[in-house]
Structures are given as C-alpha cells and as structure tokens.
C-alpha cells in the first residue's frame, strides 16, 4: 500500500542516496519508512567539529559505529568515503545522531525531529527536541529531508537566543563564548566516548 | 362594553406615562439592514412577538431611541460581508476574491483597507499576498509538481497567482490540512516557501473537497464577527445572534434577541452600575485560590514542626499531629507538650500564652490571623449577598413561566368556552329564547345581536389577554433587572474604601431601599396573582356558564386593574433603581454628610422592617411615610397604594390617581 506519505518518503530517501548534501545521511529503519535515523557532521571549523585526530583506527571505529547506526552498508560507505576524502588527514569529524517520525500527513505536515546524541545547544531542549521554525509554523510542503536536515546542520553554528529551550546555552553563548565554545567541545567529546 | 371602556381609559393613562411604557418590543423581523429597528430601553426585553400587530401602533406610543447596537443573525452577516466587499472591489478595482483577502487582513474595515490601499499600494499587495499580474503555468506539455516531484500532464496541474505548479492532489491536500487546522486557513499562502501569494477563496473552490469548501466558508463567515473589532458573538450558550455596537455613550448594555442581557465590553452578564474591571477582579476572587489561601490563615495553625495546617474543631489543647509527624504540642502558644501540664495552668488554659501576648510575642502572627479573618469575613458577606441574588434570578425565571402558564391556563380556559359555546346549538337556543322573552325582540335579530356580541367579547377577551402577557412579561424582567442591578451592588459594596464612612454609610441605605422595594414587587407577583389561577373547568350547565362568564369579564378588567396597579409601582421602583445606579457610576460623588446621618439613621429603622413580608398593594408600614426619602414631611407625602413621594399634587396621587 502506497500512500502519498510514503511514496514521497521513498522519493526523498532516493533522491538523498544519489544527491547527498554535504555533512548529512539519513536513512529509514528496515521495517518502517516513517522512521528514520539520520546523522548530521559538525560543520568545519566550528567547535562542533569534533577536533582533530589523524588516527586511522578511528576510521574504523567510525565505519563500524555509522553502520551499526545506519543499517546500510552502501551509506556507510559513502560516509568513510567522504570522511577519508574530506577529512585533510585530520579531522574526525564528529556526527550527531537524530531521529525523524514521520506521519501519513507528510509532507503537509512537519515529522517530529529529535536529537538522540546529547545537545549543550541554545535550541536544543536537554530531551533532544529541536525549536527550529521550519518544524513548526514555517514547514512548507516543499522541503524534504535533505532540507530539514541542511538547515538543522546551520542551525549548530547559527543559534537564535532569542528562543532558548536551554536557558543556560543561550545566555552563555549571548555573554560568554569562550565557555560556551568549551562545554560544546567537551559535549562533543563526551558523546564521542560514549558510543 | 365595561371593560372596554376600562381598557380604554387604562391605555389613555398608559399614553401620557410615555417614559414607562417605551419598551414597546421590537415588532417585526430585524431587518438584514443595519437600521433595524430594535427597543433599547434598559430593562425590558426585546419582545419580538409574531401577533404583535394585534397590538399596533396605534394603541402603544412608543418612540425610537437612538441605537446604538444591531443584532445580526447568520444571514445578516452574509450579507454585510457581501457588501464590504463589494464596495473595496468597486473602489479599488480588483476582483471580489482579492477584495476579501484584503478586508480579512484588515479586520473588516473598509476605511482602513482604503487608507492603506491608497498610501502605498505595493506594500499592502506585498503584505497581504496579493500579485499584480497572475502568471499563468508554464506553457509545456507535462510539469513536475513541486511536492510530490511527479510529472502530471499541464491540466492536471494548477498554480496560484505566482505561477508555481503543483499537482491537484497535492493542492487538495495542502489546503484540506488547512482547512482541518482551524481559521488559519483562510491566511493561506502558496506552498513555495520563498513566494507569499495569498490563496483566495475562488481556489479554495476550485481545489477542495466538498467539506472542505463548506467549513472554509463557514470560518468566512466567522471571520466578520471574530475579527471585526466592532462585532461580538452573544454570549448565551446556544444563541447564534452576533451583535454590532456602536461604541459611543459607554453604556455597554446589550439585549440580543434571545433575551440575554450583557455588557459588550467585557462579555460577561450585564453588570451596571460596576464597571468592567470591577466585574473581572470580583469574579477572579471568587474563583481565585486566594480566598482558600485567606480561610487557611485565618481558621489554622501550621504545626510547629512538619508545618502542615491543622483546624482544631473540639477538645483540649493537647494536639497531636497525624502520622509520620507525630508531634505533640500545645494548640495556644504551639510549644511542645512535654512542657506544659497542670504546672502551666492546665490543659484548657496556658500560661505561657497569656505571659507570652502581654509581653507582646505574638502580636504579628496573630494580627495577620485577625486580619486574614477580618478580610475573609468581610468577603464572604458580600460574596454571600451576591450569590443569593445570582441563583434569586432562577427563581424568578421560575416565577415569570409560572405567570405565563397561568395566563396560558386562562387563555386556553377562554378557548374551551369560544369552542363550546359554537358548538353547543341548544344553550344558543335557551339563550335565545330567554333573551327575546326578557327583550320582546324577534329572535332573529335577537340571534344576529347576541353572536356579534359574543364574538366581540371574545376578540375583546383575546386582545385583553394577550396585552396582559405582554405586560406581565413586562413586569418580570423588570423584576429580574433589579435583581441583577442590586446583586451587583454588593460587588460594589466590597470595592469601596473602607474609610469612606460617609460614602458607604449612602450607598448601604440606597441599597437597603432598594431590597425593600425590590421585596414588595416579588410579594406583588406571587401573591396577587394566585388568586386568578384557581380555576374550575367548564360546564355544560347554562347557569354556571353564564356566571363564568360573567366572572371572566370581571377578572379581566380586574385583573387589568392590578396589572396597572402593579406596573406602576414598578414603574416607581424601577426609577429609583435607575436612580441608585446612575448615583454609583458616579463614585457616589453627590453625596452630603449631614444628610446621609440623618437619613442613615432613620434608615436603620426601616431596614429592619423591610425584611419581614408585607402585602401588595403597598400598604407598608406607616413608618415609611416617616421614611427618610422625605426630607421635610410637611411638603411630602407617600401615596399608601404605590408609595409615590408626592410633592405637587395635595390630595391626588400623580402616580397611581389615587386619592389621599
């Protein structure tokens, strides 16, 4: 049974697989298309990048994580592609885990986004969900998930204090952002030990 | 006729007491037409009765205020947004469709729309979403949606002005989620998140289901009421009549038609002489936790060790806690247990409580108790007061449809005799028959003679009737907007400064005449009228119809009688009513202190007879002809029938004509 829900769904996963943006996969769980597991990089030269390490063992450390999180072996590959391609013989980028519902309304109605790694983000509430105005009022029946997750990509360096669901993040990044770059990298650091 | 003549004399007077009987009822339909006639006068309710032109205007004076509100049913909206809309296309030159679009973004104000419109047209067509130019889909055979990315051939495709296609499926769902998500549909935009172009209502038809269409069109409609500053919904439950108020006076009063009275500031129930922010702190404190909060502090103790309140309600001194506290202390100075006992005065008394107070330890914990308790005292007689008077109004309902079912009762008993009579030829004949004996006539002319008569007599005895339901219905909702005034008095009450002792000790006996007054039109109503509802059926016996009916005939120029009576000591209470209020909107501005004492003072006197129940036709006390309405007696006196304060006339009631 093909609902238009789903049958967009299987257009926006084919169309990730063969034109994937920069910094991001995602892809929907074995037996249901309505949920999907995707993952985002920190964006280069940001303290969300994960920091450098030239270690070759790390590489396969990710291959195994990303496939154990990704279920698809030919994705993973594309990201230890990239990761080797891109990486400058630094960096690891560091990759953040989210999940995406979505319901039969789709795409006229927004899928619920959540965060799975731990967040210290202004618009990152502590249970992962995400205060991003395309999720809510602003969805348009037009972005895919390429779309959702590009923009959540941005949202990382370009947070908006003026809507803080972590009131500690927002005031630290409008006063101080020397300790708000600190506690990133450190959350960055953590959630790396803790895969 | 006697009781025409009566009737005739009756309405004679009525005319020249023009100022009371303008609540003429609203004869006729209200028109779609905004200059609908409809009775403003406070107090009265809109009598829209459909035989009212039995009773035309040529027997009831009544004269149009000038309105200041219009009540629109469903149709009358329809037909007012039409016209809105007709008037910006018009003017502007766009099409009705953009017209709406544009009158809903500025609330329905066709003056706004045309201001802006005409400041800068570009700003408003970019605010509002509406294009210049409608672009038409690209000229191809087959396009690819912008949703589902589907290839459609061009007609099974369709773009809003901006020209971006989408696949009909996907437009149907776009706007049926929309729609489904409440009133927000009708500010729809095109899907493409970089373009703004509004969707009008002719795509809505274009694209939608069926259902769809129809809750778009009903949330339109709506939409004149809800997002048109100078129109309100009623709030009765169940009535579906808007209300368009002209704001002018600051009289806020409103009747709709289905007989609700409000304030249309502030939608709640009509509450002069308080006004809108006084209605909303009062029925914020009752509902508020704040007064739970005061009866706590005031009524409990908080244990001294787990802190929880506790009501002591019996025995002696010796508390102990509930479980997991456990903790033993003593109720008066709240010190442990183990230190009191015989050595400190006993277990009904303490010491330490009495050494403690003197030397001045408790004093703040207890001053705030004395206060919390003086406050909530203070509250919860006024609440008190103002909750009888609330559920008094139900009652009165009661009494009004207990009024009419006995007017119904002898109108159907009257029906029963018009019926009979026709039907039963033989009474006709021994009538006839001892008529022509009694009057030498032929009995043909005779019978010609006693038909007309007959039948004027019961159009008569209609007519009389259905003007009596009218009054009566009158007369009750007179009553029930006294209540309603004096149960907001007690509102008022409770927001006056304390320290104004003059000002309250006014407004406490305005509000002690009031009642009184208030209480003898209820004996009026329920007393009086009990003796007209105990009627027996009808009888085939000839004798016992002639004198029913000759008994009808008096009971209805009676009864008419008492009508007057009645209503014109109403018409007395009601304008001291109107009195009292318009004194309290005036913050009691108006008011002198030597004469307050002196009318305070005597006021005591007849407050406390007031209470008891006196009977109808206003034979009061004779103190209240000392009453400190009159001033100076000598100059004054009080009609005994309607307690008219004469000051004219000598001898001769001017209210009720009655002699002295």
């Known amino acids: 049974m093909s609902t238009p829900a789903r049958k967009r769904l299987m257009r926006d996963f084919k169309r990730l697989q063969q034109d994937p943006p920069a910094g991001i996969s995602g892809a929907p769980q074995d037996n249901n298309i309505m949920l999907w597991n995707a993952v985002i990089f920190g964006p280069d030269d940001t303290p969300w990048d994960g920091g450098a390490s030239s270690d070759v063992d790390n590489y396969k450390t990710i291959d195994c994580k990303l496939y154990g999180w990704l279920h698809e072996s030919h994705t993973c590959h594309n990201l230890l592609a990239y990761s080797l391609e891109h990486s400058k013989q630094r960096a690891v980028y560091r990759t953040f885990k989210l999940t995406l519902q979505f319901t039969e309304d789709y795409p006229n109605k927004p899928p619920t986004v959540r965060f799975v790694s731990r967040m210290f983000h202004p618009n990152i509430y502590a249970d992962g969900s995400i205060c991003l105005d395309i999720l809510q009022n602003q969805w348009s029946p037009i972005y895919d998930v390429a779309a959702i997750l590009t923009s959540i990509q941005s949202l990382l360096c370009d947070p908006n204090p003026n809507s803080p669901a972590n009131s500690e993040a927002a005031r630290m990044f409008s006063e101080n952002k020397r300790e708000y770059n600190r506690r990133v990298r450190e959350i960055v650091e953590q959630s790396w030990t803790a895969d | 006729m006697d009781s025409e003549d009566e009737m005739a004399a009756m309405m004679e007077d009525s005319n020249d007491d023009e100022e009371f009987y303008v609540g003429g009822g609203g004869y006729g339909d209200d028109d779609s037409d905004s200059d ?443 009553i029930v907007e006294c209540r309603r005034v004096l149960k907001w008095t007690y509102a008022y009450g409770y927001y006056l400064p304390e320290n104004e002792h003059a000002k309250k000790q006014f407004f406490e006996y305005l509000q002690g005449e009031a009642e009184s007054g208030l209480e003898r039109l209820h004996q009026c109503a329920e007393k009086e009228f009990q003796v007209y509802l105990n009627s027996e059926g009808p009888s085939k016996d000839f004798n016992e119809f002639r004198t029913k009916l000759a008994g009808l005939t008096s009971l209805f120029s009676v009864s008419v009688d008492i009508f007057c009576q009645q209503l014109i000591g109403a018409g007395v209470t009601k304008n001291y009513f109107e009195n009292l209020v318009r004194a309290l909107e005036n913050g009691l501005s108006d008011v002198d202190s030597d004469a307050v004492c002196r009318q305070a003072g005597s006021s005591k006197n007849v407050g406390s007879g007031s209470g008891k129940g006196r009977g109808g036709k206003g034979k009061g006390p004779t103190s209240r002809s000392n009453s400190s309405r009159n001033i100076d007696d000598s100059t004054h006196w009080s009609c005994e029938y309607c307690t008219y304060a004469n000051v004219r006339s000598p001898t001769v009631c001017e209210m009720c004509q009655q002699r002295r």
């Open chain 2, 36 to 478: 609908g006639v409809v009775m403003d006068y406070d107090g009265f309710m809109d009598h829209d009765s459909d035989d009212s032109d039995d009773l035309s205007s040529s027997h009831l004076h009544y004269h149009h205020r000038s309105q200041n509100y219009t009540i629109l049913d469903e149709d009358d909206i329809r037909q007012c947004q039409e016209e809105s809309i007709t008037k910006i296309s018009t003017v502007l030159s766009i099409s009705r469709v953009a017209a709406g679009i544009l009158l809903r973004h500025y609330n329905w104000s066709v003056s706004k729309v045309n201001d802006e419109w005409f400041a800068d047209e570009e700003k408003v067509r970019k605010t509002v979403g509406l294009l210049e130019n409608d672009s038409p889909l690209p000229d191809v055979k087959e396009l690819t949606c912008g949703i589902c990315f589907e290839t459609y051939p061009r007609d099974r495709m369709s773009a809003a002005a901006c020209g971006h296609p989408f696949c009909v499926i996907c437009w149907q769902g776009y706007v049926g989620t929309a729609i489904n998500d409440g009133p927000g549909c009708l500010m729809l935009r095109c899907p493409d998140p970089s373009c703004g172009a509004a969707i009008g209502q002719d795509m809505v038809n274009k694209l939608a289901s069926n259902d769809d269409k129809e809750k778009y069109n009903r949330y339109f409609v709506r939409s004149f009421v809800e997002d048109n500053r100078k129109t309100k919904w009623c709030p009765a439950p169940g009535c579906e009549y808007a209300v368009d108020f002209v704001v002018g006076s600051g009289n806020y009063d409103v009747n709709c038609r289905c007989s609700y009275s409000f304030c249309w500031n502030c939608v709640e129930e009509a509450h002069r002489p308080v006004d809108c922010g006084t209605v909303s702190k009062w029925i914020l404190k009752n509902s508020a936790e704040s007064e739970n909060m005061n009866w706590i502090l005031a009524n409990s103790k908080p244990c001294p060790k787990c802190k929880r309140p506790i009501e002591k309600n019996q025995g002696c001194m010796h508390i102990t806690c509930t479980p997991p506290c456990k903790f033993e202390f003593c109720w008066l100075c709240l010190g442990a247990w183990t230190e009191h006992g015989e050595r400190t005065g006993g277990f009904y008394a303490c010491n330490r409580y009495e050494a403690a107070k003197q030397e001045g330890a408790y004093d703040d914990a207890e001053k705030r108790r004395e206060m919390a308790k003086n406050s909530l005292e203070r509250y919860t007689h006024y609440y008190e007061r103002w909750a009888t008077n609330q559920s008094v109004k139900t009652l009165l309902a009661m009494l009004g449809l207990f009024w009419f079912t006995g007017l119904d009762f002898l109108f159907g008993y009257l029906n029963i005799f018009f019926g009979l009579f026709y039907s039963i030829s033989y009474e006709q004949q021994i009538l006839l028959e001892k008529l022509s004996d009694i009057q030498c006539q032929p009995e043909s002319q005779l019978k010609f003679i006693v038909e007309a008569w007959l039948q004027c007599f019961i159009l008569d005895a209609l007519y009389i009737l259905r003007y009596a339901e009218y009054l009566s219905a009158l007369f009750v909702n007179l």
